[in-house]
């Protein structure tokens, strides 16, 4: 069991703690909340359905920063009153004070692992489907903010030149052509000076009213023709999953390890099997017969599949480092709390918090860079910031040990 003296280390701690986290995942959440707002036109009910989304999200950036100013402060103030010194003087070790902290760490560490696994993945999802808790509304917000909308899985790409309300200002819709896996051929293309578009998720279709457009149909004979007053009718899909299609921030680790198998089962065995049917009609003598459209997409599609998978692992990677940045946080902000004893607490904070910011998230998002364009090995790319801390570590915490 500990003792008072760690006890006493360690509620002080947890208290600064609190509230320094209290106070800077306020600033952080208002500030991301309103880009947001400003961005996506919500409403007051809409932000507030949506703070308590946002919060965990922050917490894997809120949380090792306001640790790092608790130990800072706290091992700062017990150092300036000789409270250490008093401790080394009835024959502990530094660790004693120093163990309630390192616990801690370690404990906030597991939690952001446990929480970065799943909680935090679907409180993003979540925090998207209160924006976007509509279809109609979900179109627009994503059309004003994107300028298009690009789903593969809707017959036509849509783009604008602003978005006004619900009407659409120099809109332009691509047919996609038949071919599903060449997205870029395009079947008509319609252009208008306005359009709205109402959704009747009832008969899965999307009603376009078009104002002053001109229609141009691609085949062996163009042709292009002037309709004002027209609608244009989109089929689409009868769920709401159109547009809510998962980004790698709201899929869990889960759904990350499974979508990358598959990858792994696509590389390993696409391209091989286009290969082996184009060498079985080459082999027979009928060449006419080999798909090479296939093959060609076959070994393109390989590109984006390891792209993916590699996109995937970095993701893995970065939410296990920064879930440890808590505990290297606390073994460098203690030390360095009690050497700056006779200073002010700030000066103690910021020693520890430049580096941070200088060295440890630019070599996180560098190592973020390099992991996805496979130029380095993930582990090696994401835990490159973590090292470094615990170098700094390894250079402050024995002066702290032997005095």
């Known amino acids: 069991m500990p003792g008072i003296l760690q006890r006493y280390v360690a509620g002080e701690v947890l208290r600064a703690f609190l509230l320094a986290l209290l106070t800077i995942t306020t600033v952080i959440v208002l500030f991301m909340v309103m ?65 309630p902290s390192v616990v801690l760490g370690f404990g906030l560490s597991a939690l952001m692992l446990y929480l970065s696994w799943a909680p935090i993945p679907r409180a993003n999802n979540l925090a998207k489907l209160i924006v976007f808790k509509n279809m109609e509304e979900m179109f627009y917000k994503f059309l004003k903010r994107d300028r298009e909308f690009n789903n593969t899985r809707w017959p036509f790409l849509i783009k604008v030149r602003d978005v006004e309300g619900k009407v659409m200002l120099g809109p332009t819709f691509k047919q996609r052509g038949r071919d599903p896996k060449n997205p870029t051929q395009f079947g008509m293309i319609v252009q208008a000076q306005r359009a709205t578009l109402h959704f009747d998720t009832e008969h899965s279709n999307a009603r376009v009213y078009l104002d002053r457009a001109e229609v141009q149909r691609i085949g062996p004979q163009d ?36 979508e990358q198998a598959t990858f792994r089962w696509l590389m390993a065995q696409e391209r091989k099997r286009q290969a082996m049917a184009a060498a079985l ?3 027979s003598g009928r060449i006419n017969r080999v798909s090479w459209d296939q093959v060609q997409r076959s070994f393109l599609d390989y590109g984006t599949w390891d792209m993916r998978w590699k996109e995937y692992e ?28 006779r200073r002010d607490f700030l000066s103690a904070f910021i020693s520890c918090f430049v580096p941070i910011i200088i060295l440890y998230y630019p070599l996180t998002l560098l190592g973020v860079n390099l992991s996805k364009e496979g130029l380095l090995n993930a582990t090696l790319a994401l835990w490159s910031g973590n090292a470094v ?15």
Request: glycine fraction near 6%; include cysteine; hydrophobic fraction near 50%.
């Open 35 to 99: 880009i947001e707002a400003a961005k996506m036109g919500l409403t007051p009910r809409e932000i507030l359905n949506l703070v308590p989304y946002v919060i965990p999200g922050s917490l894997p950036y809120t949380i090792p920063v306001s640790l790092l100013f608790a130990v800072t402060v706290v091992y700062g103030r017990l150092a300036s009153d000789n409270e250490v010194i008093a401790v080394k003087t009835a024959g502990l070790s530094a660790w004693t004070v120093l163990r």
């Open 223 to 258: 042709d292009v023709v002037i309709v004002n007053d027209k609608y244009l009718d989109i089929p689409i899909p009868n769920d709401n999953k159109l547009l809510l299609e998962k980004r790698i921030q709201e899929r869990t680790t889960s759904e990350l390890v499974e």
């Open 281 to 283: 009609w080459i082999g």
């Open 314 to 341: 970095t993701e893995k990677h970065l939410r296990i480092a920064m879930s440890c940045g808590s505990f290297f946080f606390v073994m460098l902000g203690a030390p360095v709390g009690i050497l700056f004893a």
């Open 389 to 403: 801390l615990a170098v700094l570590t390894g250079l402050v915490l024995p002066s702290v040990m032997k005095h």
